[in-house]
């Protein structure tokens, strides 16, 4: 499965058309013909057809900028671009890719709302709109997502959640506390403990991990002769905290 991202700009790749007024802080476009620029950019750098998903990147910066309403907006003609670009053949489905958006509490200027997405992605595409995926950090110190329902929320509309971060940029790796390793058995290093707790999560459909060196790539498979942790033992896991 090959996604790609965009939605911040990139030196020597913004088209000529977009106008200041396409643009938020210098540096973050959701305008809808930018979006297919950069759809046709890496379906030509990959050399596919089809990319299977495509992500808007941290739409939530936009709302440091521009009012909900506006934002709104934006989206919703986003949205209505990537459901001509799937009827086209050139994405199969879209979604967004963030960090701080739907970590945010609700009511937060810069919080996103699932719900609200999806009914903008309806009203564009119908009950058939190709809304289908999120992508979102979830790890052991970051396990929003499950602690304020939004992985329920994502159930319930059809959308599939993909975690990032499920290492913390290596912070995970080690020095977790010692109590933790009775909680993951069959494994022997912090690392692979990290990645099973976000694998095991009720509602995570994929746990991001990023490996640089063999050594780490060999450590991590070893979890595919593991099962992820039974539903009630992951909760307790919240309980005893």
Wanted: cysteine-free; overall charge negative.
């Amino acid at each position: 499965m090959v996604a790609t991202k965009a939605g911040f700009l990139t030196p020597g790749a913004v088209p000529s058309f977009l106008k200041p007024a396409d643009i938020v802080g210098n540096m973050h476009s959701m305008q809808p013909d930018f979006l297919a620029d950069q759809i046709d950019r890496s379906r030509a750098n990959l050399g596919l057809d089809t990319l299977d998903i495509f992500y808007l990147h941290n739409p939530e910066t936009q709302l440091g900028f521009v009012t909900r309403s506006e934002f709104d907006e934006r989206i919703r003609m986003a949205f209505a671009k990537l459901e001509q670009l799937v009827a086209g053949g050139k994405i199969r489905y879209y979604g967004t890719a963030t960090w701080e958006g739907y970590r945010r509490p609700p009511g937060a200027r810069d919080a996103l709302d699932l719900g609200r997405l999806e009914e903008l992605a309806a009203a564009e595409g119908g009950d058939g709109h190709h809304f289908r995926f999120i992508q979102l950090p979830f790890n052991l110190a970051m396990p929003e997502a499950f602690t304020n329902g939004l992985l329920d929320r994502a159930a319930e509309f059809g959308i599939a959640v993909v975690a990032s971060a499920s290492l913390l940029q290596a912070r995970l790796t080690r020095d977790l506390p010692a109590a933790l390793a009775e909680k993951f058995p069959g494994l022997s290093t912090d690392a692979q403990r990290a990645i099973q707790f976000t694998r095991s999560t009720p509602g995570i459909a994929t746990a991001l991990v990023g490996m640089s060196q063999a050594e780490h790539v060999a450590e991590n498979l070893q979890l595919a002769a593991v099962p992820p942790i039974e539903p009630e033992a992951y909760q307790e896991l919240y309980q005893r905290a």
